[in-house]
C-alpha cells in the first residue's frame, strides 16, 4: 500500500526489469488517469522477476530539446585504479520521437562529447551505422553544442566511482534536471554503439587504460 500511495503522488513511474538491457522491459506507468496502473504495479512486484520501480525524471531543457519524449543521458565511463579516475570516452545519447528509452538498440543515436570540454565533437550516429548531423526528429544540431554544467558531472561521477573502487569499470549514465546532474544507471557498459558511433575499435585503448597490458 505504501508504494502505491507514493506512486500515485509521483504522477509518472518508470519499471525496469533488473534482468534485461538495452532498454528492453522498461515501462512507464502515468499514475494521474485511471487505475490500471495499480494492477500492472501489483503484477510487477509480485511476480518472480525483478523490477525497479522509479519516479520518472524530468529532464533539463538543454536534453528534452532533443527528443521530449525520452529521458535523454551522457553516457561517461571511468576506469578506477587506485586514487587514479579517468574517463575512458563520453557519448550524447538520445531517444527517437514517440520513444521513452533513448537506448542506442531501441533505435536511439549516438553523439560523442570531448572529456575534457563536454563539446560534441562529431555528429550522431546509430547502431546500424547512419549519421545524422542533426537530430532526425527535431532537427537539433550534435557537433558544436556544448553539455552544460560539465566539470559538475565529472566531479560527480569521479566521486561516485570512488566510492565503488572495487568495480574498475563503471558505465555511468547520467542526465540534467533543473537540480543538476543525476545519476539514472551504473552500468557494465559496452562499447558496440561507441565504436559504431567513433569508427574504430576501443579494445587496444580499454586495456592500455585498465592496466589489463
Not at 569499470?169 to 540534467?176: C, E, Q
Request: proline share 3%; aromatic share 8%.
Amino acid at each position: 500500500d505504501g508504494i502505491l500511495r507514493w506512486g500515485a503522488a509521483a504522477g509518472e513511474l518508470v519499471l525496469k526489469p533488473t534482468d534485461q538491457c538495452g532498454g528492453r522491459g522498461v515501462t512507464l506507468l502515468d499514475t494521474r488517469g485511471d487505475d490500471a496502473w495499480r494492477q500492472t504495479l501489483r503484477t510487477c512486484l509480485t511476480a518472480k522477476q525483478q523490477y525497479l520501480v522509479e519516479q520518472r525524471i524530468v529532464p533539463h531543457p538543454f536534453l528534452a530539446r532533443y527528443n521530449a519524449s525520452s529521458v535523454n543521458t551522457v553516457r561517461y565511463n571511468t576506469i578506477c585504479r587506485g586514487d587514479e579516475v579517468q574517463c575512458f570516452g563520453a557519448f550524447l545519447f538520445t531517444g527517437r520521437a514517440g520513444s521513452f528509452v533513448n537506448n542506442g538498440a531501441q533505435g536511439g543515436i549516438i553523439a560523442p562529447i570531448d572529456k575534457a570540454t563536454g563539446r560534441l565533437v562529431a555528429d550522431g550516429c546509430d547502431k546500424c551505422g547512419q549519421r545524422y548531423a542533426v537530430h532526425p526528429d527535431s532537427g537539433v544540431a550534435f557537433c558544436g553544442e556544448q553539455v552544460p554544467q560539465w566539470e559538475r558531472l565529472v566531479a560527480l561521477t569521479t566521486a561516485m566511482a570512488r566510492q565503488i573502487r572495487s568495480c574498475t569499470f563503471v558505465a555511468w549514465d547520467m542526465t540534467l534536471t533543473h537540480d543538476g546532474w543525476e545519476p539514472v544507471e551504473a552500468n557494465l557498459g559496452e562499447f558496440l554503439a561507441q565504436q559504431i558511433c567513433l569508427g574504430r575499435g576501443l579494445r587496444d585503448e580499454f586495456e592500455r587504460a585498465a592496466g589489463l597490458r
